[in-house]
């Protein structure tokens, strides 16, 4: 029965890390587009990406860009509200995870997570487990 118990922990574990992974991702795609911002002009490469997937004519995409200025001061409250929440429960996340490894994973474990948050930091892969 423990071993069962053990599986459906790792599992839920596993689930919640890819949702965190997820919405990280997202969260930094965001701040990534911010970055890429063409003159004030709105998020520049969600704005590109649309513009080129959907094939937006100019006054679609003056329309988007307009939505998306609107939105963004209420995108960006709710990331600085959200953010402590997410790292809060990625921490535990990671210690439930920590305590299922031997003393050489848990090892591995730190480093892997080092390595992400730093890639994380300088606006490397989105994909990373925060």
Request: aromatic letters at 4%.
């Amino acid at each position: 029965m423990r071993s069962k118990r053990g599986a459906a922990v790792l599992l839920l574990a596993a689930f919640l890390v890819g949702v965190l992974a997820g919405a990280g991702g997202t969260l930094i795609a965001e701040r990534a587009d911010d970055r890429h911002d063409r003159g004030g002009r709105g998020r520049g490469g969600y704005l590109e990406r649309l513009t080129h997937e959907l094939d937006l004519s100019e006054p679609q995409r003056d329309s988007v860009r307009a939505i998306l200025d609107r939105r963004k001061p209420a995108m960006d409250s709710l990331r600085r509200e959200m953010e402590p929440r997410f790292e809060t429960l990625q921490q535990a996340i990671r210690s439930d995870i920590r305590s299922q490894l031997t003393p050489d994973q848990q090892r591995k474990f730190t480093d892997m997570t080092r390595r992400s948050d730093s890639m994380r930091n300088r606006g490397g892969d989105a994909h990373a487990p925060r």
